[in-house]
């Protein structure tokens, strides 16, 4: 049976660990050529390593999306082997300090926060913008329960302030997008198990704990639980889909 991504190229920022990872390999099952764009060329690599061994196709660039000339030296490189009709913005990062903290380190998280997880998702975005409109691509972002609210655990100014202007900048595209055929849609994982958060879970089971009262699940999610939604997003059999987040968050938001 042909998969749902037949056809297709697919590039993911950030698909060297984690979820962006796992959207990788079940991108890869579903038949599209993966391109992994990471800044841990490693990472990358080992994602390759894994969707070969399924007997998948994927290639690697490493790529660091704060680097506006790089993503576009990138998509160029990409373009000649062929245009990506999927990008997954993905990539991101996450720190947590009160904002009343020293001065110049919380500037230095809010930079640091906002270049990758909003500057990059644009950079990326527009470095490509020419190939998805050839091809009436699809674009997902990832996005976070902290596009809606900001979680009761502290401290995170910077990453809720992005991730609100993640679901924002979906919008804004899929409203301007839409007349070219390119679908704009975002994904809103709740807590799932990954590098980005290992440490602050080992550290903090009372955070985990709140967490988990607040989802009916009763379980942190695994980057499979986000490749799902993310292979809908971006198939046909999400046609009518554009300007949406599907919340992958086990719940969280209903309690
Ligand atoms: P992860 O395991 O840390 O993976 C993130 C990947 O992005 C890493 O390979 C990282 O490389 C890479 N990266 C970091 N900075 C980059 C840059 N400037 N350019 C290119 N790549 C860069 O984290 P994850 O949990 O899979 O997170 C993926 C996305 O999901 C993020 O946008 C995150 O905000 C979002 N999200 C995660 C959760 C969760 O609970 N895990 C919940 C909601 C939303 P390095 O390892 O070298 O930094």
Redesign the pocket.
């Known amino acids: 049976m042909a998969g749902l991504l037949e056809g297709h190229v697919a590039a993911v920022?950030?698909?060297?660990?984690?979820?962006?990872?796992?959207i990788c390999q079940a991108y890869a099952r579903e038949g599209a050529r993966v391109i992994v764009?990471?800044?841990?060329l490693d990472?990358?690599k080992e994602t390759i390593g894994l969707i070969e061994a399924a007997g998948g196709a994927a290639s690697a660039i490493a790529?660091?999306?704060?680097d506006r000339e790089a993503c576009k030296a990138a998509a160029a490189e990409i373009g000649r082997g062929g245009k990506i009709s999927i990008l997954v913005?993905?990539?991101?990062?996450?720190r947590r300090n009160p904002i009343t903290g020293e001065a110049a380190a919380v500037a230095r998280d809010w930079d640091d926060i906002l270049?990758?997880?909003l500057d990059?998702m644009f950079n990326v975005t527009q470095a490509f913008l020419d190939q998805l409109r050839a091809t009436r691509g699809r674009i997902v972002n990832?996005?976070?329960?902290?596009s809606f609210v900001h979680v009761s655990w502290p401290n995170s100014a910077a990453?809720t302030t992005?991730?609100h202007g993640?679901l924002g900048f979906t919008r804004a595209l899929a409203a301007e997008l839409g007349k070219d055929g390119v679908r704009v849609n975002a994904i809103?994982?709740?807590?799932?198990?990954?590098?980005?958060?290992a440490e602050a879970r080992a550290r903090n089971p009372e955070m985990v704990a709140m967490v988990m009262r607040h989802t009916p699940l009763g379980r942190?999610?695994k980057?499979a639980d986000?490749a799902g939604p993310a292979v809908f997003l971006a198939s046909d059999m999400s046609a009518y889909v554009t300007g949406s987040i599907i919340m992958a968050d086990g719940g969280f938001r209903t309690i």
């Open positions: 920022t950030g698909g060297g660990s984690g979820i962006g990872q796992g764009l990471d800044i841990n990472g990358a790529l660091d999306v704060t913005n993905n990539a991101g990062i996450n270049s990758i997880n990059g990832i996005g976070s329960i902290q990453y992005s991730k993640v809103g994982p709740g807590l799932i198990e990954t590098r980005i958060n942190p999610g980057p986000i």
